[in-house]
């Protein structure tokens, strides 16, 4: 019989660098005094967690286009049988796609309005971001089947009367295969703003059903995610191996992958309910 003790989440987020290129007042990302994650040593993760029975990683920041080893990582993850997802902001993205198209299964990308100008209230760094997003969507359609598109939109104050006009912006050339919802939870930089960006939960809910009533209509996958059930869905690697899950709303950390492998497989059993994380991976990449 086989010793469950040993074994991680089905999934797990790996951000391998805390820089980025963007400057987004919801982002939930690592504070960026962290240091970039070496390729051995995000090597020496994707063996941790594919020996624990992890079967999917998806590799984010920070931004990890701006991880120089990127390509390099996700050929190991592949060849340690891994279903692969990047998330990235898409703005260098171009540069490295022909590198990385057989080693990853998805992209996910962000939009966050129906326009430019509304989008770029939120998405700040480059003013050409939405045009950008729009035409790494072209081009993954256009040259590789093999990969899946997942575009996210993290709905907030600012954008939340442009939501449900985004499925207009998608013809046969740009489809996703599938489009999530996420409200604007609060850890790092998304708490300092939180009083100019904050939703309510009813507020969400209201208007992920016109969402989902946009989304159906064009025959795209609609996915949620609200903070209600935000705890034990996740397991996220930090640059420097610090393992965090999500209990009370906020990232919390459970031990590191360097260091303290036990204390990471023993309280990510208490706090990643296995089953909801595994709804929410296979919910929103299948
Ligand atoms: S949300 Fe993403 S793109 Fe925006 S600042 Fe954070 S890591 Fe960068």
Redesign the pocket.
Known sequence: MRNDTKLLPFAIDVRIIAD?????P????PLRTLSIMPIDKAEEIIDIISSLNSRAIII????PTLHEDLPLILKYAKSRKLLTVLST?GLKLLEIIDEISNYVDWISL?IEAHSQSEHSKL???DKKHFNIVLDNMKYIRSNYSNIKLKVGT?VTKLNKNFISSIPDLFDSTIMPDVWKLYQVSYSN?ALINKDNIHISNEEFDELSIIAEDHSTRHGIKFVTYSNRERNGKYLFVNPNGDALVIKDNDEYVIGNFFDNMDDVVSLSKRYVNTERLMDNFNKSYS
């Open positions: 980025c290129n963007m400057s987004c919801f982002c939930f990302g984010s920041g920070g931004e902001n962000p998405r700040i760094g993290v930089f």
